[in-house]
């Protein structure tokens, strides 16, 4: 049985791999790594698998890469090993036997035989009683004989805490100040099976590995009482306790995966939505705005930023709003920000998986996605929407499809409008002057001074309906990117090309 290590501040996010990983993860690791870089201390990610029944073999590798792709980096963990390893809990089942057996000898804890029908029974009837539910502690003090003469006996026992009648219901939270929780019933905390349950695992674990806070969601205040006696029975130091606000719903339910699509952090990957945003965005759920130098609020910020002035007494202890709109803004502000060579190459996993472009793109292509990035950039808010703005750009010009909403917005005098921007574009030098906003060769300059004066002023059709027919035929959609650098990009050839097409299928 190991001392803590040091004096520096040991944290830990302990997710269990029941499935996919929930945004609650992710948000934890926020906080508590977020203190550890700012204090000079460790982040340890414990894979908590003692749940067999429920245990998914895929998810902790879920939880390595969705971590892993938040920024969310730990010092120790079962992928990158540590002075207290091994970091799963079911490889770890050796060390919960002797701290079981203490307890034992000290009187703390006792073995219970009872069935889970005699256990269901004595429930009901409680309810039905209106008594508070708990174990009513038939095995306490009895041999295995002595209990088998009873009715409801189980062949193999369960360990069970001896909960105290001075057991302390108050304790010190670095969010919430004092707090005071139920008193707790006597808690299995060996199974039948030789696994511990989460509230042996986790105080035997947390002093194993040296933590010294345990920041994890509200849901746990009620344990803590029943983690302190155990701390206190084994004669250990417990850590300081730091229970973060539950996320919600619009609805102030508690975020489930069974019920929200965003309570799995797979699908903002999925989604399109930026690591660094993400981020952004779980941290102001519980914690305040910097105040700018002008006074405002500062809402976009890095988590360095976060970390140097992180303090736990400004953590709001009130459940937030999982509020999309929120984070849509965010990505939005975040996506802007990013440099066009990076936000292209971030584009090009969704591009390859919707068959834009293959996984091995020509240094032409990545080329033209640079330009192509460059217009839309502003226009996007997930890195999804990228597809249909993209796509037009990488296809054939016999094969450009016109939506059904572009479509319908085409006036009759459409197939003029082609014929005029035709003509008009087909004078257009096809060179390239290289100067930026040049009008002579094929620029978006010259390209918008050619079509602004054989549509608008030839034809007298105001700026707002003249381009629509032609943003239609080079892109297929209703809203494109802009549409004379489009042009400049696709080059005068394919530019004509479309421009013929469509007028041939409304002739």
């Known amino acids: 049985m190991t001392e803590n290590p040091s004096s520096a501040p040991r944290l830990r996010v302990a997710p269990s791999p029941t499935g996919d990983p929930h945004v609650g993860t992710a948000y934890m ?39 892993h792709w938040l920024g969310l980096q730990w010092d120790e963990g079962p992928d990158v090993g540590g002075p207290f390893a091994p970091y799963r809990q079911s490889e770890r089942l050796d060390t919960y036997r002797p701290y079981v057996e203490r307890l034992l000898a000290d009187g703390r804890a006792y073995h219970c035989w009872c069935s889970t029908e005699r256990l269901t029974e004595m429930r009901e009837m409680q309810q039905k009683l209106k008594q508070p539910t708990g174990y009513d502690r038939l095995c306490h003090g009895k041999t295995r004989e002595e209990r088998a003469e009873l009715p409801g006996f189980n062949e193999t026992p369960v ?54 806070h345990v920041v994890r969601g ?40 069974r019920k929200n699509p965003a309570a799995r952090l797979t699908w903002f990957k999925e989604q399109g939505y930026l690591p660094e945003a993400l981020v952004n965005f779980l941290a102001l759920l519980a914690y305040p705005p910097k105040e700018g130098a002008d006074g405002e609020d500062v809402e976009v910020f890095t988590f360095d930023d976060f970390s140097k002035d992180f303090d736990w007494r400004k953590v709001n202890p009130v459940g937030p709003i999982f509020d999309l709109k929120k984070l849509d803004w965010l990505n939005g502000v975040h996506v802007r920000g990013l440099d066009v060579g990076e936000l292209a190459s971030r584009l090009l996993p969704f591009l390859e998986a919707d068959g834009v472009l293959d996984d091995n793109p020509s240094l032409g292509q990545l080329a033209r996605l640079r330009k192509v990035t460059e217009l839309i950039q502003t226009r996007m808010v997930l890195l999804t929407e990228a597809t249909a703005l993209v796509r037009p750009f990488f296809v054939g010009d016999d094969e450009i499809e016109v939506a059904e909403d572009a479509r319908a917005q085409l006036k009759d005098d459409s197939g003029a409008v082609l014929a005029a921007a035709t003509r008009a574009l087909e004078d257009v030098d096809d060179t390239r002057s290289g100067v930026l906003g040049s009008e002579t060769g094929w620029t978006a300059a010259a390209i918008e001074a050619a079509l602004r004066a054989a549509i ?26 802009p549409l004379f650098e489009s042009m400049e990009i696709l080059g005068k050839t394919s530019t004509l090309a479309r421009l013929h097409r469509l007028a041939d299928q409304l002739a």
């Not at 034809?459 to 959609?477: D, E, N």
């Open 29 to 67: 690791s926020l906080f508590n790594l977020a203190f550890a870089r700012q204090q000079g201390g460790s982040f340890v990610l414990r894979i908590e698998d003692t749940d067999r029944a429920r245990f998914r073999e895929d998810s902790e590798a879920q939880v390595f890469e969705t971590l």
């Open 456 to 481: 608008v002023e030839d034809m007298g059709i105001k700026p707002k309906f003249a381009f629509g027919p032609l943003r239609t035929a080079v892109s297929g959609q209703r809203i494109s990117p």
């Open 218 to 257: 509200e849901e746990w205040i009620s344990s803590t009482p029943k983690h302190i006696q155990l701390y206190k029975d084994l004669g250990l130091e417990p850590p300081a306790f730091a229970h973060m606000p539950l996320l919600r719903n619009a609805d102030k339910s508690k975020i489930s995966k």
């Open 159 to 212: 360990v069970r805490m001896l909960i105290p009648d001075d057991v302390e219901l108050s304790f010190d939270d670095l969010i919430r100040g004092r707090v005071s929780a139920p008193r707790p019933d006597d808690q299995v905390i060996l199974k039948g099976d030789g696994f511990p349950t989460y509230h042996l695992a986790v105080v035997v674990d947390d002093h194993e590995m040296g933590i010294t």
